[in-house]
């Protein structure tokens, strides 16, 4: 099939690779041109492991292409995937300019029938706008429908490859046929092609992701508990996620979800919730736990140096929103990072990919080394903020030496309390018991 995917972004980049893969004509398209640039010079401009190889052999084999070219990636295909992004706008609803501004193009450029898909994450009664938007254009058949894209930044080629299951809202039967037809390579196995109406496939993005974060704000709510409690919340998460009904997957609590998505799109149906009178009271307070967690780390860490920070200095292990991603959108990091510089305190930060990201947000305020060991010279204490691999499974005895405190603020609950008991560490983590607390602490 000849398909073109507009926005080249981690979804559209992603989803242009893994179908050129299965044998499709892509082009991506986007009206960033040194991205474009990048990407026809086999360069990768996200980390995203398994996506490099996955272009170079695509485009190797002129299966993908890219360009700047939006109306001409338009003519070329049948099939025309939107992907461009939906940042919230100033009252948290997402904004779909860039949504409508490619939905316009479209209809410009289009020459003959079309299915016209959205796959960036667009509130209900979206595709009706980009309907009218293409209409207002052109007398050419359309047919538009709605595919949102439930890939995890980090594990993105993965999941496209072999999603969970793929949400198709259509409006034809022949939409509904090609689709089908286009995703059953990714569904062998037999996982789920749920077709329904297009404003249920739009609401469901939004319903999973504000899911998802209802459970993290729930157990860092838990979390707040167990601390008061003095009981452990490790405990609790494997009481409660062993039950079949509730599942073990996003219990863990820690200094809060970021990301691209979970908070835009949270906010985004809060919006849309009070638009149609709908009671959104629940997210709300998702919201509201969220913001609190974010400041957690912070909150430890003057508590137990003072408000005044000058002449301190602290190492930050992990500076993206989560592993094996660089993206820093929303990460609890640009929350802790600015409020320490701000009250004087030096900071040293390591992630493993996350630092030419991080350079972008903080340029020369914060130190940066490539060994995480080296960010610990001298600082006064050890904040993390990612729960990364190889911070999992460190030399603790290193950590000791290289500290002036042995003091760890640990937002990811990586390590033992009686194993940083034993090791003489102060150690702060999330709804579990603060080990060797300082006196006034
Ligand atoms: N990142 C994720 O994990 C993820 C997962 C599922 C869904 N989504 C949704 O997918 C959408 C895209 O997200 P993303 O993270 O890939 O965004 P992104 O910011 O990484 O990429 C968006 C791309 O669109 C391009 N663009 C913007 N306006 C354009 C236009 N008028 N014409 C052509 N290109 C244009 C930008 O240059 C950019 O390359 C969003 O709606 C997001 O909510 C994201």
Excluded at 47 to 76: H, K, Q, W
Excluded at 362 to 368: A, M, N, T
Aim: charged letters at 25%.
């Amino acid at each position: 099939m000849k398909v073109t995917v507009i926005g080249t972004g981690y979804v559209g980049l992603v989803a242009g690779a893994c179908l050129a893969e299965t044998g499709n004509d892509v082009i991506c398209s986007d009206i960033d041109e040194e991205k474009i640039a990048r990407l026809n010079r086999g360069e990768i401009p996200i980390y995203e492991p398994g996506l490099e190889p996955m272009v170079e052999r695509n485009l190797a084999s002129s299966r993908l292409r890219f360009t700047t070219d939006i109306p001409e990636s338009v003519r070329a295909s049948d099939i025309i995937f939107i992907a461009v992004g939906t940042p919230p706008d100033e009252d948290g609803s997402a904004d779909l300019q860039h949504v409508l501004a490619v939905a316009k193009t479209i209809g410009q450029a289009m020459g003959s029938e079309k299915i016209v898909i959205t796959k960036s994450t667009v509130p209900v009664g979206t595709a009706k706008k980009v309907r009218d938007a293409i209409q207002a254009e052109t007398d050419q058949p359309v047919h538009v429908c709605s595919n949102p894209e439930f890939l995890k930044e980090g594990a993105a080629v993965d999941d496209f490859m072999k999603p969970d299951r793929v949400v198709l809202g259509v409006d034809s039967e022949y939409a509904g046929k090609m689709l089908t037809e286009l995703y059953s390579p990714f569904v062998r196995t037999g996982n789920a092609i749920h077709i329904m109406d297009i404003a249920a496939a739009e609401i469901t993005k939004y319903a999973a992701n504000s899911m998802l974060a209802t459970r993290i704000s729930f157990m860092n709510a838990i979390a707040q508990l167990c601390e008061a409690a003095g009981a452990d919340v490790d405990m609790v998460r494997r009481g409660i996620g062993s039950d079949s009904r509730i599942g073990s997957a996003f219990l863990f609590p820690g200094v809060g979800y970021g990301g691209s998505c979970f908070p835009k799109d949270v906010k985004a149906l809060v919006r849309t919730m009070k638009e149609l009178g709908a009671d959104s009271s629940i997210l709300e307070a998702v919201e509201a736990v969220n913001e609190r967690q974010k400041r957690l780390l912070l909150d430890r860490v003057v508590h137990r140096f003072g408000e005044d920070l000058s002449g301190r200095r602290f190492a930050v292990w992990g500076l993206a929103f989560k592993p094996n991603t660089d993206d820093m959108r929303e990460a609890p990091s640009l929350v802790t990072i600015p409020a320490l510089l701000e009250r004087g305190a030096a900071v040293i930060g390591h992630d493993p990919v996350a630092m030419e990201e991080a350079r972008r947000h903080f340029g020369d305020r914060i130190g940066f080394v490539d060994n995480n060991y080296d960010a610990l010279v001298g600082a006064d204490a050890l904040v993390i903020h990612t729960e990364w691999l190889p911070y999992r499974r460190p030399d603790f005895q290193r950590i000791k030496e290289a500290l002036s405190n042995p003091v760890i603020f640990d937002g990811r609950n990586l390590y033992r309390p009686e194993k940083m008991e034993e090791l003489g560490f102060e150690y702060y983590s999330v709804g579990r018991m603060t080990v060797n607390p300082h006196e006034g602490s």
